[in-house]
């Protein structure tokens, strides 16, 4: 069945009068902003051009936010919000696009031009360009509404090789993983399985003060894990979990573990790509077996674990927000735990000026696992065996200001200006 779709002709006059100013009144074309999860805003400006783009959302007429999440068959479910404002005021609408796994990058951005194109034909018709519109639809009367058949019931797989070496006269280094997963999402129903191996190889010859050190460090990791999340309602959902790994650098020489938990989330599943709040809990048994005896004097163990986690994400026309706190400890020693704190944010201020802050801290008081022989010198300043430590951080933070014309239609993809693929993000 081929798509109905709505094509918008743009007259190409609108772009003589981006680059002469001689023109309609000003006050009647749309000023336009876009933020969030779009890319190729210069293709935009060409496919769109009856239309003025502003550099703050303050400015604009009718702020368009791109939101995506991943969809059960690997491609994307975009949401794009618009916003009016100004004499649009209270005029707002929301128009979904799906990709596919397989749609390229130029099939993804017409896609996503066609419906932002949908999203702004009611503020068009509303200014002084909608003569400029010819709406056309397209379709085929011998085609009827069928009922998709999947052959895959859901399912996708994905299967992939990496590896890369790189080196220099007295040390050299090589990486190689594989991975593959199996899931099958459904609106009811998400199930996944993936298995996946790490080989790790450096090595170091070199001579000092005529003495010769020569180094050879090979870790390897392979994980397998499985899930099912069951849908409850529009605000719960339960999940059971599963997982066997081994690790040179964390002294696993083989360990299993099974989970059960249960998250509320305060709002409805069907915002989730605009706001979230979630509560989860966690817990199940474990078990370790160790390449060495730990500093616990174990070999190996049955352990009991749990773990609550709250977060917090908002996708709104001001910016982004994201927080989350995440605790977990064994049943049988309440003082072995971990607690980690994750924040993000990217928020317009004032007019121009933009503040963003990412940051992350954990507490760690939960390392059972480690080798009671210690780490050697060449273990401390290679990291190739997991030490000691109370705690782990990051932080980042950036300010930006930006000032001047509040205009910015125009192309020019002069020795590279305004070419190829910009990845647009506020």
Request: charged share 20%; net charge neutral; hydrophobic share 35%.
């Amino acid at each position: 069945m081929k798509k109905i779709f709505i094509a918008f002709l743009i007259a190409l006059a609108s772009v003589n009068y981006a680059q002469t100013g001689a023109t309609p009144d000003n006050q009647k074309i749309p000023k336009i902003y876009v933020s969030g999860n779009y890319y190729d805003l210069q293709h935009l400006k060409k496919q769109i051009p009856v239309v003025d783009y502003v550099n703050d959302r303050k400015d604009a007429d009718v702020h368009v936010l791109v939101t995506s999440q991943s969809t059960g068959s690997g491609g994307s479910s975009y949401i794009l919000l618009f916003y009016g404002q100004n004499h649009f005021d209270k005029l707002n609408d929301t128009i979904r696009v799906i990709t596919n796994q397989i749609d390229s990058e130029d099939i993804i951005r017409n896609k996503l031009i066609r419906g932002i194109k949908t999203g702004l034909f009611q503020y068009l018709r509303r200014s002084g360009v909608q003569e400029k519109l010819i709406i056309d639809f397209e379709r085929n009367e011998e085609d009827k509404p069928e009922k998709k058949e999947d052959p895959w019931d859901s399912w996708v797989f994905r299967a992939s090789i990496n590896g890369y070496s790189n080196g220099e006269a007295s040390s050299k280094y090589t990486y190689f993983s594989g991975t593959f997963s199996a899931s099958r999402t459904t609106e009811e129903l998400r199930l996944s399985l993936s298995v996946s191996n790490s080989y790790n190889e450096n090595s170091y010859n070199y001579d000092i003060d005529g003495v010769n050190y020569d180094f050879l460090n090979i870790t390897r990791s392979q994980n397998l894990g499985a899930s099912v999340v069951k849908s409850l309602s529009d605000n719960w959902s339960l999940g059971a979990w599963g997982t066997a790994s081994k690790s040179t650098y964390g002294n696993i020489d083989f360990s299993w573990a099974l989970s059960g938990g249960i998250e509320y989330n305060l709002f409805p599943y069907t915002e989730s790509s605009q706001k979230q709040l979630r509560l989860a809990y966690k817990v199940g048994p474990k078990y370790n077996k160790y390449f060495e005896e730990t500093i616990f004097f174990k070999e190996s163990e049955n352990l009991f674990t749990q773990t609550a986690s709250a977060s917090l994400s908002l996708t709104q026309p001001w910016g982004s927000v994201s927080f989350s706190v995440s605790g977990s400890n064994y049943l049988h020693d309440m003082g072995k735990y971990s607690l980690s704190f994750d924040a993000y944010f990217s928020v317009k201020l004032i007019r121009g000026l933009s503040l963003n802050f990412s940051g992350y801290y954990s507490k760690i008081r939960d390392q059972i696992s480690l080798a009671r022989s210690g780490a050697s010198v060449e273990d401390v300043l290679l990291r190739i065996r997991q030490l000691e430590t109370q705690y782990s951080y990051f932080v980042s933070v950036g300010v930006s200001f930006s000032f001047g014309s509040i205009f910015n239609s125009i192309v020019n993809p002069r020795f590279g200006g305004g070419g190829g693929t910009v990845i647009y993000m506020d």
